[in-house]
């Protein structure tokens, strides 16, 4: 059984904040998907981030500042996406950023509660 936190999470987080960089700035292909969908799939895609964050980063200061920083990400691309031609940002886009953030904080520290309580016992 895994032990927690691991690090197969923060390679995860920086693989899954890498990805969304990327996402981020290639053209945004017409999906026809209904309005709104967007906002999930961003507050979806930090959430992960953040909760990648939550279970790989050993202490809480570094778990916060994790996701702070993906908050801080997801600002500066939502800014930097205004420049770009086939891209547009907005303020909405990164409300659903932060909510994913913190959602994903959440999700990691009930996780954590969780494994604590129920988990192996330390060897």
Known sequence: MI?????????AYFAALF???ILSLVPQPDLGAPEGTDKAL????????AGC????F???NHRVL?????????IFLEIAQLGWASRNGSVADGVS??????????A???ILKLFERHGPAAS
């Open 66 to 74: 994790a996701g702070t920083s993906a908050i801080g990400i997801g």
């Open 97 to 106: 950023n932060t909510v994913g953030v913190i959602l994903g904080l959440a």
């Open 58 to 60: 050993a202490n809480w």
């Open 19 to 21: 990805t969304v960089i």
């Open 42 to 49: 961003h507050l979806i895609a930090y959430g992960l981030i």
């Open 108 to 110: 990691a520290w009930l």
């Open 53 to 56: 964050a939550g279970l790989g």
């Open 3 to 11: 032990r927690l936190p691991h690090r197969i999470f923060v390679v």
